[in-house]
């Protein structure tokens, strides 16, 4: 009897202790704290945004067809002009002299014909009454041919003379804004050497560069968004007029030229601009690389229950990067697996299991 009553308490602190690790076995897991982000299906990407300018498809560079020294500047970078407005003019005192010289060598000619036509009649009748011999008569035309000649030749020269004169003006060819001044009032320009930049602004165009590496699918026709950085609401459209055959040896870019069509006032000549192609893909999903769970030879991620309070685990198919994608690491492109709207754990993936419990904490990406 004495026996069985020492062993009464050890078989009781048993029990208990027994007791204690079962309560301890059926302890419910503890709720783990995870961030998370959205799912987001994306069908359509964006080609850029590359940035540009807004410039005239028709611009020219105006000079003197006379060599002088400017004396007069009428119009300023910025200002509108109609065709035929003057521009600019040169000193045209030496080309009044060439007027008035070549006037007067035009006088002396036509007395000079006026004598010869004169002898030459005198001439022809001698020669008809026997009084003078063929050779004088001859002699007599050649000098009227010759004053004749001296005659046109005057004329021409005055002609040469008064357009000069007038190339001392310069006039705007077409309707057009200045848009650069080369020379100013008093520096002495040559013949042809530009002096005033005139763009046409009725044809705007949006020229940008775009890498080498991205022209595959740009071609002739193509139509970008055309947005004002100043303004980004503003926008129009612009359609591909002509590519660079040649990429720029320096930055490997092609340059592009667009048409804009029916564009704003806003799209003033000089304005900086974007321009942007939105394309149609194959549906896909962009999660953060530590969303990824790879283990068991599966790629997978968590997804968070509809009541946000357990995670299951889900296959997934992952995109091989393309070449707008390398060297980025931070991110992964899904084809498949998840739906616009699900909640995806995005850290802590490997300290997860099946039907854990969780707590949302919103994620940044």
């Not at 995870?34 to 590359?50: D, H, Q, S």
């Not at 001698?126 to 011999?133: A, K, P, S």
């Amino acid at each position: 009897m004495r026996l069985a009553t020492t062993r009464m308490p050890a078989l009781f602190g048993l029990l208990v202790l027994a007791g204690c690790q079962a309560k301890e076995a059926e302890a419910p897991p503890p709720v783990r704290p995870v961030l998370t982000t959205a799912v987001e299906v994306r069908t359509a990407e964006i080609f850029g945004p590359f940035a540009g300018t807004v410039e005239p498809r028709y611009q020219t560079q105006g000079g003197f067809r006379v060599p002088g020294r400017m004396v007069a500047r009428d119009v300023y970078v910025g200002d509108l002009v109609p065709k035929g407005a003057r521009l600019a003019a040169l000193d045209p005192t030496v080309l009044q002299f060439a007027v008035t010289r070549a006037r007067a060598d035009v006088t002396d000619a036509e007395a000079q014909l006026a004598n010869a036509g004169a002898v030459e009649a005198r001439q022809r009748t001698l020669f008809e009454g026997g009084n003078v011999t063929q050779a004088a008569l001859d002699a007599a035309v050649a000098s009227r041919d010759t004053a004749a000649a001296r005659l046109a030749q005057g004329k021409a020269a005055l002609q040469k003379a008064t357009d000069e004169l007038g190339y001392a003006t310069l006039k705007a060819d077409v309707d057009g804004v200045v848009t650069a001044w080369n020379a100013e009032i008093g520096q002495v320009v040559s013949a042809g050497q530009a002096v005033v930049t005139l763009a046409r602004p009725d044809i705007r165009e949006a020229v940008v560069d775009i890498p080498d590496g991205l022209m595959a699918g740009i071609k002739a026709g193509t139509e970008f968004t055309v947005t004002l950085q100043a303004a980004p609401t503003i926008t129009a459209k612009g359609r591909v007029r002509e590519i660079g055959p040649l990429a720029d040896p320096a930055t490997r870019t092609r340059r592009v030229r667009m048409t804009l069509v029916d564009p704003p006032e806003a799209f003033r000549l000089g304005t900086t601009i974007t321009v942007a192609l939105e394309r149609a893909t194959p549906p896909r999903i962009t999660l953060p690389a530590t969303a990824l769970l790879q283990a068991e030879n599966r790629t997978s991620v968590w997804v968070v229950a509809p009541d946000g309070k357990t995670v299951s685990r889900r296959d997934v198919t992952i995109l091989p990067r393309d070449g707008t994608a390398a060297g980025d690491e931070s991110a992964v492109t899904l084809s498949g697996g998840l739906k616009a709207g699900e909640t995806v754990v995005v850290a802590g993936v490997h300290s997860l299991a099946e039907g854990q419990a969780v707590r949302l904490v919103a994620s940044g990406f």
